[in-house]
C-alpha cells in the first residue's frame, strides 16, 4: 500500500503537466528582440502577455533607433532573432537579403509635436503658430538622431513639408538655427524626460509615444503629419540625407508615410520561439489590439509587397499576413 501511496504522489506533477496540456521540455526558450524605441511601451504589454501564456519562453528587449537596431546586427554582429524598425524601409536597405528573407508591414503611426503644460507659449500653440513659436529665442525644442532613429529624420521632413505648407520660404534653415546640436538625442522616447522635467519646451515624437506617456501634443495637417499614405507623393518632397551602410557614405531618403517593418533574422539563435512569438504579434486579437489600445495603428491584416515574399514567411505566420 505505501509503495502505491508513492507512486501515486510521484505521479502528480506529471498528471498535472498533462491537464494543462504543457510537458517538459515543451514551451521553452528564448527571443531576442532588437525593437524601435516608440515601440517599447506596446512591446513591454506583448512581453509580459506572452510570458503568461508560455512560462517557459523568457522574451528579451533592446530598444534603441531602428536604424542603431539594423547597426547592432550589421556592423557590431549582435545574436538577434527579431527586429522590428520604425520604418519598414530600414530592413529593406540594411537587412534584406543578407540577413533576413522578409519583410512585413503591421503598423502606422502620424507625427505629432509633444509638450507639457511647464512648456513655454503651452496655452498659446495651435497648427497654425506652431512654427513661429519653435522659432523663438528661449524655446527650446528638439528631435532625435536622423543617422539613428526614423523619428529623427521624419522631423526634419515635417518642418521642409511645413515650408511648403504654410508658404513660409527659409522656415526649414530658419527652425534648425533655433536648435542647438544638444537637443539631438539617439531616438524619440529619450526627449520624453525632458519634457517632464522642465528642460525641454518641445519634441518631435510619434502619436503613439506621446499618447503612451500622457503627454500633451499638437496634431499637425495630414500634408505635414507623414501620417496619410495616400500623400506619399506630396510627401517625397521633403529630402533628408543620412548614414549610409559604410563609414563615409550617405543616402538620400524622401518623405514617405510612416509604415513600421518587422522580420525574422535569417541566423535567428531560436527560430522556432520567434516564430511562435510573430504569430502572436501579428494576430488581431494578439499584438495588434495591443498596438491599437495603445494609440498605434495597426495594418489589419499585415502586409507584405509581393506574393514571392509572401511565400517566403513561415506557414504559421504567412496565414496572417496579407
Known amino acids: 500500500m505505501k509503495n502505491i501511496l508513492v507512486l501515486f504522489f510521484g505521479m502528480l506533477p506529471i498528471l498535472g503537466l498533462a491537464m494543462t496540456g504543457y510537458s517538459e521540455g515543451e514551451d521553452s526558450g528564448k527571443v531576442?528582440?532588437?525593437h524601435a524605441g516608440s515601440l517599447s511601451v506596446p512591446f513591454a504589454i506583448m512581453e509580459k502577455n506572452f510570458e503568461e501564456t508560455h512560462p517557459g519562453i523568457n522574451v528579451e528587449r533592446e530598444a534603441s533607433g531602428s536604424r542603431k537596431c539594423a547597426r547592432k546586427i550589421v556592423d557590431l554582429k549582435k545574436a538577434c532573432d527579431i527586429m522590428a524598425s520604425a520604418d519598414y524601409?530600414?530592413?529593406d536597405n540594411f537587412l534584406i537579403p543578407k540577413y533576413a528573407d522578409w519583410n512585413v508591414r503591421f503598423a502606422t503611426n502620424q507625427m505629432v509635436l509633444a509638450y507639457t503644460n511647464r512648456s513655454e507659449f503651452a496655452g498659446e500653440i495651435n497648427k497654425d503658430n506652431w512654427f513661429t513659436i519653435l522659432a523663438k529665442k528661449g524655446v527650446v525644442w528638439g528631435h532625435s538622431d536622423p543617422n539613428l532613429d526614423p523619428c529623427g529624420y521624419r522631423s526634419l521632413m515635417v518642418l521642409q513639408l511645413a515650408e511648403i505648407v504654410y508658404r513660409q520660404p527659409g522656415l526649414y534653415q530658419?527652425?534648425?538655427?533655433?536648435?542647438p546640436v544638444e537637443n539631438i538625442r539617439p531616438k524619440s522616447v529619450e526627449l520624453i524626460s525632458l519634457l517632464q522635467t522642465g528642460n525641454m519646451d518641445y519634441a518631435w515624437e510619434y502619436r503613439s509615444v506621446a499618447v503612451q506617456h500622457g503627454l500633451k501634443y499638437l496634431e499637425l495637417p495630414p500634408q505635414i503629419n507623414l501620417g496619410d499614405p495616400d500623400l506619399d507623393n506630396f510627401y517625397r518632397q521633403a529630402e533628408v540625407k543620412v548614414s549610409g551602410k559604410k563609414p563615409g557614405e550617405y543616402i538620400k531618403l524622401r518623405g514617405q508615410s510612416i509604415t513600421y517593418g518587422?522580420?525574422?533574422?535569417?541566423?535567428?539563435p531560436d527560430r522556432a520561439t520567434a516564430e511562435l512569438f510573430l504569430k502572436y504579434l501579428l494576430s488581431p486579437d494578439g499584438g495588434l489590439k495591443v498596438l491599437e489600445d495603445n494609440g498605434q495603428t495597426p495594418l489589419l491584416p499585415p502586409v507584405?509587397?509581393?506574393e514571392k515574399m509572401r511565400n517566403l514567411i513561415p506557414s504559421d505566420i504567412r496565414v496572417l499576413v496579407k
Open 262 to 268: 518587422i522580420t525574422l533574422l535569417k541566423q535567428a
Open 174 to 179: 530658419k527652425l534648425i538655427r533655433n536648435r
Open 304 to 306: 507584405v509587397p509581393s
Open 89 to 91: 524601409r530600414i530592413i
Open 32 to 34: 531576442i528582440i532588437f
